[in-house]
Structures are given as structure tokens and as C-alpha cells.
């Protein structure tokens, strides 16, 4: 893949190729990307995440909410725990996927329960995958604070395709 505009490899800004991701198991590609093996997406650029791990079906993230993530009436935006959120869940379902195995959300749904300031300081998202089938799967995540107050949850359905060689889906 090559961003057009500049002529670079998308690898450059994070994009791992799909011939790279298909050709890994779910959990090492994930692994992959935690490790720095591989680079994060770029929209982690956003989140800046850190101490993250995965384990078969399970994801962690931790992050810090800043100034930068605040919305027009003073408190972190619902955009910040949606990333954080979404992708700890799509990740615990990636980590359960054989080589040659995509996924894509189909939906989330989210809850905010608590806000989220400057002030937070460490929060920690958990994804768990609930169901991997061979075709959808369904996963749920939790972002709680170092009290372990939960200040939200979501849930997301996946679908769930094999890759071919070449990035096609099959």
C-alpha cells in the first residue's frame, strides 16, 4: 500500500501491510504491534498508549487523557474512549484469529458512566472477547480509572473473513 499524495509506503505511517498481518497469527500480530515490532496504528497516535498486552481473547491498554482530548464544554471527548474501547476490543478479537484471518466492527455500542479530565491521570481499558465464531464475533471492554471506578463499557459485533494472498477477502 502507498499513500498517494507522497508516494511513501503506508508502512511509514503505521499501516502494516495485510500480506504482513494475514500471514500471523492474531495474537502474534497484536503481540507485534505492543512490542514495537511492528508500528502501531496510527490512530494510537492520538490515545498514546502504553504498558499494553494481549493474551488469547484479552487486551489491555493504558492510557493517560490530556487538555488535547477535551471537548468544547471542558471535559475529555466520548471520541477518546471510543478509540480506546473499540480498537481493545477488535484487537481481543484479532488475538483469537488464525493466520490468513481479518476482521472488521460491524458495530459498538457505548456507555459512558463517568467523566474523564487531565485530572483522570492513568485509565485502563480492558477488551474481552466474548464469542469468536467463524464468521462474527463478539467482544465487550471496560475503561476504569486506578480506583477501578468504571467509567465506561461498550460492546461490538465483528465480522469475521479470510484473506487471501494479495489482501484480497475471501
Same mark, same amino acid.
Given at each position: 500500500?502507498?499513500?498517494?499524495?507522497?508516494?511513501?509506503?503506508?508502512?511509514?505511517?503505521?499501516?502494516?501491510?495485510?500480506?504482513?498481518?494475514?500471514?500471523?497469527?492474531?495474537?502474534?500480530?497484536?503481540?507485534?504491534?505492543?512490542?514495537?515490532?511492528?508500528?502501531?496504528?496510527?490512530?494510537?497516535?492520538?490515545?498514546?498508549?502504553?504498558?499494553?498486552?494481549?493474551?488469547?481473547?484479552?487486551?489491555?491498554?493504558?492510557?493517560?487523557?490530556?487538555?488535547?482530548?477535551?471537548?468544547?464544554?471542558?471535559? %475529555?471527548?466520548?471520541?477518546? $474512549?471510543? *478509540?480506546?474501547?473499540?480498537?481493545?476490543?477488535? #484487537? @481481543?478479537?484479532? !488475538? &483469537?484469529?488464525?493466520?490468513?484471518?481479518?476482521?472488521?466492527?460491524?458495530?459498538?455500542?457505548?456507555?459512558?458512566?463517568?467523566?474523564?479530565?487531565?485530572?483522570?491521570?492513568?485509565?485502563?481499558?480492558?477488551?474481552?472477547?466474548?464469542?469468536?465464531?467463524?464468521? %462474527?464475533?463478539?467482544?465487550? $471492554?471496560? *475503561?476504569?480509572?486506578?480506583?477501578?471506578?468504571? #467509567? @465506561?463499557?461498550? !460492546? &461490538?459485533?465483528?465480522?469475521?473473513?479470510?484473506?487471501?494472498?494479495?489482501?484480497?477477502?475471501?
Amino acid at each position: 500500500m502507498v499513500d498517494d499524495k507522497v508516494g511513501k509506503p503506508a508502512i511509514e505511517y503505521g499501516v502494516v501491510p495485510i500480506d504482513v498481518m494475514a500471514s500471523m497469527s492474531g495474537l502474534d500480530f497484536v503481540r507485534a504491534i505492543f512490542s514495537g515490532e511492528l508500528p502501531e496504528p496510527p490512530i494510537m497516535q492520538t490515545v498514546e498508549p502504553f504498558d499494553c498486552r494481549a493474551e488469547p481473547g484479552i487486551v489491555v491498554i493504558h492510557s493517560v487523557p490530556g487538555l488535547r482530548h477535551y471537548n468544547p464544554i471542558g471535559s %475529555v471527548h466520548g471520541g477518546y $474512549a471510543a *478509540i480506546l474501547l473499540d480498537s481493545a476490543m477488535g #484487537l @481481543a478479537v484479532q !488475538t &483469537t484469529l488464525p493466520g490468513g484471518t481479518g476482521y472488521t466492527t460491524l458495530e459498538f455500542k457505548i456507555s459512558f458512566v463517568r467523566g474523564m479530565s487531565e485530572a483522570s491521570g492513568v485509565i485502563r481499558t480492558e477488551g474481552r472477547v466474548l464469542n469468536a465464531g467463524r464468521r %462474527v464475533a463478539t467482544a465487550e $471492554a471496560r *475503561i476504569t480509572d486506578t480506583k477501578g471506578r468504571l #467509567l @465506561a463499557h461498550a !460492546t &461490538t459485533t465483528c465480522l469475521v473473513f479470510g484473506i487471501e494472498k494479495g489482501g484480497a477477502e475471501s
